[in-house]
């Protein structure tokens, strides 16, 4: 199975501040297709996760503009340009071109 | 709007059975790949099965392998996850979900003597 690596696990921030966490993987998720599987979920507690980022960079409808993903092959990263109090929660990244698809341990974010 | 709502989790001793139900509404469900995962207290998420759009393609983690069968009735807009010979380790909460991009609020299952 492709491992997922975040760091750091356990993210403080400031209100206002920016934020990023990285994912690493084991091996390249990059497709046959040309496409990269590698997508962002956040989850508050006690909700199930939410995609933020789908294929590396792309935002779902509804996310706001602050967040934003990046990366190639294996590092990847998601930042958040100025963090708001509802982005308090847990953030997995997810490697779906390799089955069976992973995600990482999580980073939960604090304010 | 997208909804996903899972049903079936409870209490089950160890070797039992639990037959896990989604329901979809708010998008064709005949078109997209329907999604079993689960988070567990101490492995987090992962992938345990996911469905062709018309039940001909299925996918199973390794521990999901010989014990677990997902299923679905495209006439009742529905998916299932039939769990057999459960442990311990399959204590955690089960998820359905569109693909990936879109996930239910879960259902608990707790296995435990």
């Known amino acids: 199975d492709v491992v997922m690596t975040q760091s750091p696990l356990s993210l403080p921030v400031i209100l206002g501040q920016p934020a990023s966490v990285s994912c690493r993987s084991g091996?390249?998720?990059?497709?046959?297709?040309?496409?990269?599987?590698l997508h962002w979920f956040h989850q508050r507690p006690g909700q199930s996760p939410r995609r933020l980022i789908y294929?590396?960079?792309g935002r779902e409808p509804g996310v706001p503009d602050r967040f934003s993903g990046s990366g190639s092959g294996t590092d990847f990263t998601l930042r958040i340009s100025r963090v708001e109090a509802e982005d308090v929660g847990i953030y997995y990244c997810?490697?779906?071109?390799?089955?069976?698809?992973?995600f990482g341990q999580g980073t939960k974010l604090e304010i | 709007e997208i909804q996903l709502v899972e049903s079936g989790g409870g209490l089950v001793q160890p070797g039992g059975s639990l037959r896990l139900s989604c329901t979809a509404s708010?998008?064709?469900?005949?078109?997209?790949?329907m999604t079993w995962l689960r988070q567990l207290p101490d492995k987090g998420l992962q992938w345990v099965a996911n469905?062709?759009?018309?039940?001909?393609?299925?996918n199973y983690v390794d521990s999901a392998k010989g014990r677990f069968t997902i299923s679905r009735d495209n006439a009742r807009n529905s998916v299932y996850l039939q769990m057999d010979s459960l442990t311990a380790e399959d204590t955690g909460i089960y998820y359905c979900?569109?693909?990936?991009?879109?996930w239910g609020l879960g259902t608990l299952v707790t296995v435990s003597s």
């Open positions: 979900a569109r693909r990936n991009d879109f």
């Open positions: 708010g998008f064709t469900f005949n078109m997209f790949w």
């Open positions: 469905i062709g759009p018309d039940g001909s393609g299925m």
């Open positions: 091996q390249s998720l990059l497709y046959s297709d040309g496409n990269t599987f």
């Open positions: 294929k590396v960079s």
């Open positions: 997810m490697q779906g071109t390799h089955w069976p698809y992973t």
